[in-house]
């Protein structure tokens, strides 16, 4: 049955999440060749771009908890990816060299999701629908 058709097709709640399933499904699909799942592979983009972030800095970003931030970073210190530093109080993420090492692959990763996403629906649907979910997002608190 199509989403549109089921009984609580008008339900916020229930589209959102119909809609987050499948996204995440194409998403899994895009990220297996860097064996991450997105929220891992998007941390470390990021910790890519911008080497030294915090941990706080990071869940801002990823809109992710702290609590989340820290078991996404221990997972990727696991495989190898990223280090942790310790100044004062301060805790800084690192690329490894492993992590430097996947960054093309990530980058391929990111536009595979990206051409997919983009064949379901166009371009300009896609970006008008992004900022209505980040602005309706932002409203919510």
């Known amino acids: 049955m199509k ?7 008008q339900c916020l709640y229930f589209a959102a999440n119909t809609l987050a399933r499948k996204v995440e499904k194409l998403a899994l699909e895009s990220w297996k060749p860097v064996h991450l799942s997105p929220s891992h592979a998007y941390l470390l983009m990021m910790v890519l771009e911008q080497p030294g972030l915090q941990p706080g800095c990071l869940a801002n970003h990823l809109q992710l908890s702290p609590s989340t931030i820290t078991r996404l970073i221990e997972k ?3 495989k190898g990816l990223v280090t942790r530093e ?6 800084l993420v690192f690329p490894s ?15 595979d999701f990206h051409k ?3 064949c379901l629906i166009s371009v300009e649907e896609r970006k008008s629908m992004v900022a209505n979910m980040c602005s309706l997002a932002d409203k919510m608190g």
Request: charged content about 30%.
């Open 97 to 111: 060299e492993e992590g430097r090492a996947l960054q093309p692959l990530l980058i391929d990763c990111r536009n």
């Open 76 to 78: 990727l210190e696991e």
């Open 86 to 91: 310790t100044e004062g109080k301060t805790t």
């Open 116 to 118: 997919n996403s983009c």
């Open 3 to 9: 989403a549109t058709e089921s009984k609580f097709s």
